[in-house]
């Protein structure tokens, strides 16, 4: 399998759950990122991991919690979410270039919070 | 704080008619600028542009960046209702972080 994956697709959660995303890169990518998009609204960076160092949006709650385990994995920590939380939660991955990256993305989580 | 701007928010169009996508840009740090297409599922890359002022190509789609006037344009030639969808405009600067847009609804109707 190649490009990005991501799963579940679609996720129905209530407000005392946990649950976690996944994101997977079979690109060779050095560098994955967690976007939150919510309807019309841009596309908002949430986490970046890079060389194994990470760089946080500062405006982002604590319930949401990543974890890189290696450069090809991502995972997403969801707990106490709230129904503002509900949007399309995006991976993406990148390779470091001198001149600018291209960010390739997953097909994307559906997120619903009740 | 970073920032991008597209304009029109949305256009409706008929088929082969030529559109042309606006972006403008602050970004810190300025390494790319980069265009994307969304359907209804993630944003799928069109192109990176680096140097101001060379055109990129993809069929009946090219875009062109200025860095003294910080923007770029999309055009799209002849459209389709295939072209029906959100394109994203996003700035690379510091931090790897990318800093997009709000994008621009294209309709495209027969």
């Known amino acids: 399998e190649t490009g990005v994956t991501q799963t579940p697709r679609h996720l129905v959660m209530g407000m005392t759950n946990k649950k976690s995303l996944k994101c997977e890169q079979h690109?060779?990518?050095?560098?994955m990122y967690w976007y939150k998009q919510s309807a019309k609204k841009p596309l908002e960076l949430m986490f970046v991991?890079?060389?194994?160092?990470?760089?946080e949006n500062n405006s982002v709650p604590s319930r949401f919690s990543p974890e890189c385990p290696n450069s090809s994995h991502l995972f997403l920590h969801l707990h106490t979410l709230q129904p503002e939380d509900s949007a399309l939660y995006l991976c993406?991955?990148?390779?470091?270039?001198?001149?600018?990256?291209?960010?390739?993305f997953g097909p994307g989580t559906r997120l619903l919070v009740l | 704080e970073d920032k991008v701007v597209q304009s029109p928010l949305s256009l409706v169009v008929h088929e082969g008619d030529t559109v042309t996508l606006n972006c403008s840009y602050e970004?810190?740090?300025?390494?790319?600028l980069l265009w994307y297409k969304q359907e209804k599922k993630a944003p799928t890359f069109l192109f990176m542009l680096?140097?101001?002022?060379i055109e990129k190509k993809s069929g009946r789609l090219s875009s062109i960046l200025d860095k003294k006037e910080l923007f770029s344009i999309l055009n799209i030639t002849a459209t389709q209702t295939g072209d029906s969808a959100v394109y994203l405009c996003?700035?690379?600067?510091?931090?790897?972080?990318?800093?997009f847009g709000s994008g621009t609804q294209l309709t495209v109707l027969p």
């Open positions: 991991y890079s060389l194994e160092e990470r760089v």
């Open positions: 680096t140097s101001s002022g």
């Open positions: 996003a700035g690379s600067g510091s931090a790897r972080q990318l800093t």
């Open positions: 993406a991955s990148s390779f470091t270039q001198g001149s600018g990256e291209t960010q390739y």
């Open positions: 970004v810190t740090n300025f390494r790319s």
């Open positions: 690109l060779g990518h050095n560098a």
